[in-house]
């Protein structure tokens, strides 16, 4: 069957884009594409955060307003209100990263706790999310994940982190907005997928509320599902599983380089996309009891999902499935996919500037490993920079 390539068309992907906003993205994704110039960035800009340099308003007005929806919520409102306008619905990301005290998690869920009040109210912000390491230490995941015997102290901090847990599902349910709940490294996931799956057992009776996350560079994750899907079945519970390729690959293999143990990462990208479409098609073939969240950038896994959301009768506008794109990413997929009729949520981070730093690093980052994504964008962007005549 020939497919028809949506994504092609760039006046759908870039219509919420100004003239000045198309050059800024194009000179953005120029800069990021030079591997040399994102790695003395980052250490120029973490030196200038760290010294109090003048640097916020710069980050501000290049980086930040490209990736990120504003420095609060009501910052975000014309982002998510623009979109939503075409189709495109938000998940507000607080991506505030790598705090390590008691406030901070407090912090986190009272953040998150007012997006989903929020997000009840505005039929534009159907989903929430959060991550494992905001609401509670890396290390006490890890500790929890080996089976190592918690201190005292630790054991009432693992436990305020559980309460942080349920707080939040508790009022996902009360309110009817499902919750994402993102993955991060696999030395801290072991304890997280429990904990999650906990509160799938508890909240998600009657429908999904609570999303895990699957990262499908883990060649483990397909059988992982498996198992879930069977205990989810015997256990009386529906799940929703969010997938993604995954972000922390230089991470996780240096670390089992460094600690000598087997990587948990696939041996190659081809490998890593053949699970995500695998785990894609299983789900998309288990849809009663499973619902569906692809966040992923990548052309192919989302023309395979509208493909076979067709051979199997699945409405394009059906609950059950959701294409997820980041904010100031891949708006041709996002935005010809809502035209198309799909439901679509954009994840829109915001935090202060300084903040939200390692999330703008690892966009970068990224962009800069995976040389086939910027070219991408650099090429759709000058596509329509030509047909508009910029
Ligand atoms: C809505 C949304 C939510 C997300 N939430 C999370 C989350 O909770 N946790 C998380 O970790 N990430 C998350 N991500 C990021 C995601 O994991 C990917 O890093 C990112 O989306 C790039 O992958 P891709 O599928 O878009 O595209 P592609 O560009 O096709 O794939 C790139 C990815 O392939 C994998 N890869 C690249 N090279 C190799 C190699 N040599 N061997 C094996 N694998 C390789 C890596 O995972 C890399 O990120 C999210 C992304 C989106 C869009």
Redesign the pocket.
């Known amino acids: 069957m020939s497919r028809t390539k949506i994504f092609d068309n760039t006046e759908i992907a870039f219509q919420l884009k100004s003239d000045s906003e198309l050059e800024r993205a194009y000179f953005l994704f120029k800069m990021i594409s030079l591997q040399p110039l994102v790695r003395i960035g980052t250490a120029a800009t973490n030196f200038a955060l760290k010294a109090n340099l003048p640097v916020e308003g710069l980050i501000r007005s290049t980086v930040f307003d490209h990736f990120c929806g504003g420095v609060n919520e009501d910052d975000c409102l014309q982002v998510i209100d623009n979109m939503f306008d075409k189709s495109v619905s938000s998940v507000l990301d607080y991506s505030v990263e790598g705090k390590e005290a008691e406030d901070q998690f407090d912090a986190a869920l009272h953040k998150t706790l007012e997006i989903i009040e929020f997000a009840a109210k505005k039929e534009a912000m159907p989903i929430a999310v959060f991550k494992p390491s905001g609401f509670g230490r890396l290390f006490l995941y890890e500790k929890k994940g080996e089976g190592v015997a918690f201190t005292d102290d630790e054991q009432q901090e693992w436990d305020r982190v559980v309460m942080r847990y349920h707080a939040v599902c508790r009022l996902a349910k009360e309110k009817d907005v499902e919750v994402l709940i ?3 490294e696999s030395w801290m996931q072991d304890a997280a997928d429990v904990l999650v799956e906990e509160m799938m057992e508890q909240y998600n009776t009657e429908k999904p509320i609570v999303y895990n ?1 699957l ?1 499908t ?1 883990r060649w483990d994750r397909l059988d992982y599902l498996k198992g879930l899907h069977a205990r989810s079945k015997s256990g009386n519970f529906k799940l929703g599983m ?1 997938i ?6 230089e991470k996780e293999r240096e670390r089992a380089v460094s600690m000598n143990y087997q990587s948990p ?2 041996e ?2 081809e ?3 053949s699970n ?1 479409n695998s785990t894609q098609t299983y789900i998309l073939n288990n849809l009663d009891d499973i619902s569906l969240f692809v ?4 052309e192919e ?1 989302s023309y395979l999902a509208m493909e076979q959301m067709n051979a199997l009768n699945i409405l394009k506008d059906d609950n059950r499935v959701w294409f ?3 904010y100031g990413m891949s708006d041709h997929i996002s935005f010809n996919l809502a035209k198309a009729g799909y439901n679509v949520a954009k ?1 829109v981070p915001f935090g202060p500037v300084k903040d939200v730093m390692p999330y703008l690093i690892r966009r970068a980052e ?1 962009n800069t490993s ?1 040389a ?2 910027t070219n991408r964008e650099l090429n759709l962007l000058k596509q329509e920079k030509k047909r508009r005549k910029v």
């Not at 966040?295 to 990548?298: D, F, K, P, Q």
């Open positions: 993102d993955a991060e996350t990262q560079y969010k993604v390729r995954g972000a922390y690959m990462i696939c190659n990208k490998a890593t996309d995500f966040g992923t950038h990548n896994s997820g794109q980041l994840y990224e995976v086939g994504q």
